[in-house]
């Protein structure tokens, strides 16, 4: 292995080890010592309404309480806000030291985020093959089939695969895939960003720069050079970053992960995930609706007839047995933080938006509605509510994109999960499935 990877351990690889090889005792312990203690008992409706509330899943990096939103490694969004380090002191916190944090369960400080801007920036190099994979696809293929294209593409660097075929203890699993990780993070900004330019603008390549941190970098790669949107990056780099194991792109990453298949594979599963409209897709789904919408609302300006044709809008939506996007969650039981985030963003960085203006009335409008129909868990928005026209407000109105962003940030939970995962030695998820005939007995019907 140190022909692939050197025997040289940095700080971080360091800390990693000495707190990964106390708690992968631990997984051992509760394996081996606890394995019968019985946590809770499962019933048909969990099994058959998509093992919501059904714990089968051990996460370090965050958790998601229905009630009070993501807390990651323990602290929530506006806790985060005050305690990572930022670049200047009124600004957002940086998804370097996010990582750094969901990775170590550490505090960072800007030492060690400026040392992960670099060691990223210095990984960002993308072989030529995977920029001509992705040019071999036609510019009108949606952007998460270029993007996860692109990633599955850049599998043939795998440090994991290569060791795992000469013969790796299983003990250093975590090394190489943390290796795999740290490189598919520093080049995703690069491939995302390529992916919009070849789509939406001129197809020209923008190299990163060094000076920049990693959030600042994708922007800057896309083609937006300001600060603002440079906290705009840092910020919606963060709040996308995790959201416990159990959601469709973190649970599939995993998955994946737990067949030994080598994490450029895994994450990409995790994003196919993502794609879904039910998922990360809703972020686009949200401004297709609204636009569809405001050319209903026409040009009214009176406050109240907007308001009276934003309702009547909600309530078409319903009858049509379709769901409002950006509303509902299946853990939260709240606003989301994340909505909250963006909405306190706005409110400190944007005088007057006419879709921010939509969109703040929408979480007027659209709770009660939800509410009024009596089965639906969650009126409140989740974060893609208002994600779209807050880039939208920046220029970014290329809604097919929108996906690949949170994808580009979703890698850091879901990726430092995976190195934990390999840390402990997590085995081959394998669940067991049954037929109705089975369900019907067990019923009794
Ligand atoms: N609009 C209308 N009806 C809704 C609704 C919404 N936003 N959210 C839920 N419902 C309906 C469901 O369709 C379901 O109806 P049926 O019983 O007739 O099938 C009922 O309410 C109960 O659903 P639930 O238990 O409250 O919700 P689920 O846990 O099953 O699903 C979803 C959670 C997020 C998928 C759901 O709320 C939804 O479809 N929301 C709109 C899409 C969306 O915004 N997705 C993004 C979620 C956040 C995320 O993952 N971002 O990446």
């Not at 960002?124 to 089939?145: F, G, L, N, R, W």
């Not at 603008?201 to 937006?224: C, Q, T, V």
């Not at 409002?324 to 960085?349: M, S």
Request: aromatic residues 10%; charged residues 25%; negative net charge.
């Amino acid at each position: 292995m140190d022909e692939l990877i050197g025997n040289h351990m940095d700080y971080i690889k360091k800390k990693l080890l000495e707190k990964g090889e106390k708690e992968r005792a631990v997984v051992k312990r509760l394996i081996g010592e606890f394995g019968e203690v019985v946590v809770e008992s499962v019933n048909i409706d969990q099994i058959l309404t998509g093992m919501k509330g059904m714990t089968s899943l051990l996460t370090v990096t965050s958790k998601l309480d229905p009630e009070n939103g993501i807390r990651y490694r323990g602290h929530s969004i506006p806790d985060l806000q005050q305690k990572l380090p930022k670049i200047t002191p009124e600004g957002e916190p940086l998804p370097e030291g996010l990582f750094y944090l969901m990775l170590l369960d550490e505090m960072p400080t800007r030492e060690d985020t400026d040392y992960l801007s670099r060691d990223w920036y210095n990984r960002s190099h993308v072989p030529y093959h995977v920029i001509k994979v992705i040019e071999a696809m036609p510019i009108t293929s949606k952007p998460m089939t270029q993007f996860s294209t692109g990633i599955i593409s850049m599998a043939t660097d795998s440090i994991f695969q290569k060791a795992h075929r000469a013969g790796l203890n299983k003990n250093d699993y975590w090394n190489t895939t943390y290796e795999d990780v740290m490189n598919l993070i520093a080049r995703l900004p690069v491939i995302a960003a390529y992916i919009y330019r070849r789509s939406f603008k001129d197809g020209s390549f923008i190299e990163p720069d060094r000076d920049l941190d990693w959030a600042a970098n994708f922007a800057h790669m896309m083609g937006y050079d300001s600060e603002e949107i440079y906290q705009l990056f840092r910020m919606y780099m963060c709040i996308h970053a995790d959201h416990e194991g159990g959601n469709v792109s973190a649970h599939a990453t995993h998955l994946v992960g737990t067949a030994l298949s080598n994490p450029y594979y895994s994450y990409a599963a995790g994003m196919l995930g993502l794609a879904g409209p039910l998922h990360g897709y809703a972020n686009q789904e949200v401004m297709y609706w609204i636009s569809e919408m405001l050319k209903v609302i026409g040009n009214d300006i009176d406050e109240k007839v907007i308001r009276e044709k934003i309702e009547a809008y909600v309530r078409k939506t319903i009858s049509e047995g379709k769901v409002i996007p950006g509303y509902g969650h299946a853990v939260l039981r709240v606003t989301d933080p994340r909505f909250t985030a963006q909405q306190l963003f706005a409110e400190k960085n944007i005088k007057d938006d006419h879709l921010i203006n939509i969109v703040n009335m929408l979480y007027e409008i659209v709770p009660p509605i939800l509410k009024s129909l009596g089965k639906v868990k969650n009126p409140w928005p989740n974060v893609d509510a208002f994600s779209g026209a807050l880039l939208h407000h920046y220029g970014i109105t290329e809604y097919f994109f929108y996906t690949v962003m949170f994808g580009v940030s979703r890698a850091l939970g879901v990726l430092a999960q995976l190195i934990w995962d390999r840390m402990y030695n997590l085995p081959l998820e394998r669940p067991s499935s049954e037929t109705l005939e089975w369900f019907k007995g067990k019923a009794g019907i």
